[in-house]
T-cell receptor
Framework: GQNIDQPTEMTATEGAIVQINCTYQ??????LFWYQQHAGEAPTFLSY??LDGLEEKGRFSSFLSRSKGYSYLLLKELQMKDSASYLC??????????WGAGTKLIIKP | IAGITQAPTSQILAAGRRMTLRCTQD?????MYWYRQDLGLGLRLIHY???????GKGEVPDGYSVSRANTDDFPLTLASAVPSQTSVYFC?????????????FGEGSRLTVL
C-alpha cells in the first residue's frame, strides 16, 4: 500500500530551527508537496519538490531524496505564527495526492 | 478576493437526513476536489472532477455524491447522513488535473452527524 509517515507532534523554541521529516512509499512519484495548516483553517501551499536537492524559500526550505523516499521541511528563525500543522503529500504515478497525517508544530517563547 | 467559498461553515445534522455542502470557485480552475479531514488521518479524497461535466471517485466515495454542471460549482451531497460522516470537509481546486501545481482550499465545512 501507499504510506506517508511524519511525526505527530514537535516542539521548538522561538528563534530556533526545526526540521520536520517525511518518509514515503508510493506507487510512483510525481512530486512532493508541503502544506501549512493553522488550527481551524485551510491548508496553504508551502513548497513542491520533484528533483533531489534543497529548495529554499525565505525562512522555509524543503529537501528531497527520491532514492531514500525522504523529504524534510526546514524552518529557520522560528516565529510564534509558525505554530501550525505541516502536511506532507506525495503525488503518485496516477497523479493522485497521498497525504500524511500532518505534524503539529508547537512554538514556545 | 479570488478563491474558493464553502457553505455552510458548520452544521449539526440528524442521522438519516440529506445534506449538501456547497463549493464555488472563481479562479476558473478546471479541476476540483472534495476531501475529508479526520483527527490522526491524512486528508482523504472523496470525489474529484477533472473538468466541468465529469466526476470521479476518490479513496472514500461511499455515501457521497457530487455533480459538476459548470466550472465554478462542485456540490457534495450526503444522501442519508451517518455518524461516521462527522468530519471537516474541504473543497479544493487546481488549474488542471494531473498537474504538479498547488491546490487551493476552501475554509472547510465542519459537519457533525448525531
Amino acid at each position: 500500500g501507499q504510506n506517508i509517515d511524519q511525526p505527530t507532534e514537535m516542539t521548538a523554541t522561538e528563534g530556533a530551527i526545526v526540521q520536520i521529516n517525511c518518509t514515503y512509499q508510493t506507487s510512483g512519484f510525481n512530486g512532493l508537496f508541503w502544506y501549512q495548516q493553522h488550527a481551524g483553517e485551510a491548508p496553504t501551499f508551502l513548497s513542491y519538490n520533484v528533483l533531489d536537492g534543497l529548495e529554499e524559500k525565505g525562512r522555509f526550505s524543503s529537501f528531497l531524496s527520491r532514492s531514500k523516499g525522504y523529504s524534510y521541511l526546514l524552518l529557520k528563525e522560528l516565529q510564534m505564527k509558525d505554530s501550525a500543522s505541516y502536511l506532507c503529500a506525495v503525488m503518485d504515478s496516477n497523479y493522485q495526492l497521498i497525504w500524511g497525517a500532518g505534524t503539529k508544530l508547537i512554538i514556545k517563547p | 478576493i479570488a478563491g474558493i467559498t464553502q457553505a455552510p461553515t458548520s452544521q449539526i445534522l440528524a442521522a438519516g437526513r440529506r445534506m449538501t455542502l456547497r463549493c464555488t470557485q472563481d479562479m476558473r480552475h478546471n479541476a476540483m476536489y472534495w476531501y475529508r479531514q479526520d483527527l490522526g488521518l491524512g486528508l482523504r479524497l472523496i470525489h474529484y472532477s477533472n473538468t466541468a461535466g465529469t466526476t470521479g471517485k476518490g479513496e472514500v466515495p461511499d455515501g457521497y455524491s457530487v455533480s459538476r454542471a459548470n466550472t465554478d460549482d462542485f456540490p457534495l451531497t450526503l444522501a442519508s447522513a451517518v455518524p461516521s460522516q462527522t468530519s471537516v470537509y474541504f473543497c479544493a481546486s487546481s488549474e488542471t488535473s494531473g498537474n504538479t501545481g498547488e491546490l487551493f482550499f476552501g475554509e472547510g465545512s465542519r459537519l457533525t452527524v448525531l
